[in-house]
C-alpha cells in the first residue's frame, strides 16, 4: 500500500515552513517519513504537496505529488488516491507508530471498505492517520465539484469501518501527536 504524506499545509499557527523545521538537524517531515517507511506494510511513500512546496520537498528524495486542488486535507488524500489505495498521515505527525499503520492497514484490507478510520469515542475522527480506498476518491470528486471539503463529513458516508481508540493499545495515542505550533515543539522533546 502507499504511503501518502500531507505536506500542503502553510504553517500559520507555526509561523513559518513546520514540515522544514530541523529538529536536532532533521526535518520534521522526516520523523513522519521515517517511521513510515518501517511499516511492514507500506510499499511506498509519497509526499502530497502544494506546487510552492514540491521543489523544496523534492530535495528529501521521496516521490512528490502535487494538489493542485488545494482545499486542505480533501484535496491531498484525493491526490493522494490517484495512485491507488493509501495510508494518508499528515506530515507533522513525528510520533507515528508503525504497528499502528500496520494494524489499520490490515483491518482495512478485512473490512472490504472504502475507509478505514480510528475514531475516539467521543466521535472525533483522525482521518489524517486513516487507509482508504482509490474507490473513495470517487466520493471525493462528487464533494469537491459540490464545493463541500470536510472529509469527515465524506467519510462518514460511505460506512467507513471505525477503529475505536479507546480499545486499541495506549501507546499508540502518541501516533496521533502533531505538530501546530513552536510550544508543540517542546511537548516533542518532552516525549
Known amino acids: 500500500m502507499i504511503g501518502a504524506v500531507l505536506a500542503g499545509g502553510r504553517g500559520k499557527r507555526f509561523g513559518g515552513d513546520k514540515l522544514l523545521y530541523r529538529i536536532n538537524g532533521k526535518p520534521l517531515i522526516l520523523y513522519t517519513i521515517e517511521r513510515l517507511e518501517t511499516a511492514k506494510k507500506i510499499d511506498e511513500i509519497i ?3 502544494s506546487k510552492d512546496n ?22 491531498g ?3 493522494a488516491l ?8 499528515a506530515g507533522d505527525m513525528p510520533l507515528l507508530v508503525p504497528e499502528f499503520v500496520d494494524f489499520i492497514i490490515s ?18 475522527l483522525e482521518p489524517l492517520h486513516a487507509a482508504y480506498s482509490s474507490a473513495f476518491r470517487e466520493v471525493l470528486e ?10 469527515n463529513r465524506a467519510i462518514r458516508e460511505v460506512n467507513p469501518c471505525y477503529l475505536p481508540i ?13 505538530v501546530n505550533t513552536r510550544e508543540d515543539l517542546g511537548k516533542l522533546h518532552k516525549g
Not at 462528487?142 to 464545493?147: F, L, Q, T
Not at 479507546?166 to 502533531?178: A, G, I, K, V
Open 47 to 49: 509526499l502530497v504537496a
Open 107 to 124: 483491518e482495512f484490507k478485512k473490512s472490504g471498505k472504502t475507509a478505514c478510520v480510528p475514531r475516539w469515542e467521543n466521535g472525533y
Open 166 to 178: 479507546e480499545s486499541l493499545p495506549e501507546e499508540w495515542r502518541e501516533s496521533f501527536f502533531n
Open 54 to 75: 514540491a521543489e523544496k520537498l523534492e530535495k528529501l528524495g521521496y516521490r512528490v505529488v502535487v494538489d493542485n486542488l488545494l482545499i486542505g486535507p480533501m484535496g
Open 77 to 79: 488524500v484525493y491526490t
Open 82 to 89: 490517484s495512485l491507488g489505495d493509501a495510508f494518508v498521515v
Open 142 to 151: 462528487e464533494k469537491i465539484k459540490a464545493g463541500n471539503y470536510a472529509l
